[in-house]
């Protein structure tokens, strides 16, 4: 059997959508909605459901609920198909809609005390606010063996809001993954904001990148740096920032006025320090170093451009100058000291003011020019050498004079004079 005037539908519905209120769209990247229908059953008996179809209208008008026909349905134990064509046993609606069929995915499902929510997502809402009509044609009887000819009828009136102003504080949550990173390392930046908005990172020089309507951002720094987002709002533009700690920084540049104290291996473009500094390990600097007090280098030492000190230097291991060093107090070296490339001009170790230098090991000398203290050559204590001797001897010819070891002796009442050769 089969009823022949269906009426009103046996079941009630009901709809929220997600995000609640529904606006009107204001922007081509606004997020997608979803719709959740809740079916239900208010009467006292049970009610036996074969389909239900969800007809909602598209177009451009203000009762128009979507700009476009598209989206997805899904529901616990029922089938939600958005349907493309003729897929359905029941009549569609003349005009534009997005049509969604629902069905039991076991047979004439009962709909009883439990119910039954039907969620339509990826919805694009329509630009204009207004108010829609989602149109409910509901298959359904109370009676299995009596079923009506045509779906029962109904229909949901859901309003469309003008989209308001964003506040400036719907932007929150600007931080990075890690609060310290190394030296070259990457730095993954994030926030909680309206897609609808386009961002901003600006940092080191300032200069902003422009990030589009992302929530992230990613980017590798050398040294401490303090991230800027900046966004939008009407003519008002609104700042976050964050900062990340280097633990190993490079630098194109440091000023020091007060003590510098460095634990760890640093690498630096030019150092100037006002006050003493001192590293506990290695120092490289690529330009100049210049310490206008006391300098202490735990490890090595090397400055590729200069190194000026006007305090006391200590290095520990080994100083390296690129270019000239220039120490007004005491330099003490307990490893390799090496200047330029070779000990010859003009490449050279001089003092001022009568002051000396102490070597603790011995010098090696591998020019040719030797080693010379005021113009002249310095012989090394054990070794042979030609002795020249200008003196007057005999029958007034030069004598040459061989010598081994250090001392010469020769009666010519102080006349004689000799140097070598």
Known sequence: MSQSDPG?????????????????????????????????NGGGETVYCREILFSLPVGTLAQSLLSVDAGDGQAQDWTVTHLQGDSTQMALPAGDYANFSAKPTKGDAAVDVSGVTITLENLTISDLPGTARIEIRETATTDQGSWPVSPRFTKLALAKFPAPAIPAQ????????????????TVNLSWRGPTTLDYKIAYGDGKPQDVGNDLTWSGRIDRDTTFELSYTIGTATHFLTTTVAVKNPKLTGVEVDGDLAVTGS??????TAHEAFTTKKTLTVEGHLDATATATVG?????????????DLTAQQ?????????????????????????????????TSGGSAVKFAEGIEVTGASGITIGGKGVVVRGEAHRLIYT????????????????????????AAAFYFE
């Open 318 to 350: 080994a100083l390296t100058v690129g270019g000239n060093l220039t120490v007004t107090g005491d330099a003490t070296i307990k490893k390799d000291l090496e200047v330029g490339s070779a000990w010859v001009s003009p490449y050279k170790i001089s």
């Open 8 to 40: 009103q539908p046996l079941l009630d519905y009901a709809v929220i959508s997600d995000p609640f209120p529904l606006y009107a769209r204001a922007a081509s990247n606004t997020p997608p909605t979803a719709l959740h229908i809740v079916v239900s």
């Open 299 to 311: 490890d090595s030492l090397e400055a590729k451009k200069g190194l000026q000190v006007d305090g």
């Open 266 to 271: 640093t690498d630096l473009q030019d150092v």
């Open 391 to 414: 003196g007057k001897h005999g029958d007034g010819k030069l004598q040459n004079i061989n010598y081994i070891g250090d001392s010469i002796y020769m009666a010519d009442n102080g």
């Open 170 to 185: 719907a932007v929150i949550d600007f931080h990075a993954d890690r609060l310290e990173v190394a030296a070259g390392d």
